[in-house]
């Protein structure tokens, strides 16, 4: 079992930035492949990015690239999420999800995360 708390969500202005954080349980988290996910409003939970477990190589949505960056401290336990050039479209709550699948893919689909956190919420203000 894997436990995950989130913590960092806020309200931001536009352009700004914003860290999340992913602590989790457990003494084997290096080999778990962690991603993050958002849902807005009324909208479906969206896959955000990824850290695999082996390499720990990443993979984002089109919507983040360039901006957001996922990167892990495996002897935290932690999994962050740096977030630069914030806008209003990215006002969601953002999840944490991990998974001990063993696959040669980015895995983007959250029925594939076995292990979810309770969500962070991140406000961006115009």
């Known amino acids: 079992q894997v436990q995950l708390v989130e913590s960092g969500g806020g309200l931001v202005q536009a352009g700004g930035s914003l860290r999340l954080s992913c602590a989790a349980s457990?003494?084997?988290?290096?080999?778990?492949?962690v991603a993050w996910f958002r849902q807005a409003p009324g909208e479906e939970r969206e896959f955000v990015a990824v850290?695999?477990?082996?390499?720990?190589?990443?993979y984002y949505a089109d919507s983040v690239k360039g901006r957001f960056t996922i990167s892990r401290e495996n002897a935290k336990n932690t999994v962050y999420l740096q977030m630069n050039s914030l806008n209003p479209e990215d006002t969601a709550v953002y999840y944490c999800?991990?998974?001990?699948?063993?696959?040669?893919?980015?895995?983007?689909?959250?029925?594939?995360?076995?292990?979810w956190g309770q969500g962070t919420l991140v406000t961006v203000s115009t």
């Open positions: 999800a991990a998974t001990a699948r063993r696959v040669t893919r980015y895995i983007q689909s959250r029925d594939e995360y076995d292990y």
């Open positions: 457990g003494r084997t988290f290096s080999r778990y492949t």
């Open positions: 850290s695999t477990w082996s390499a720990g190589s990443t």
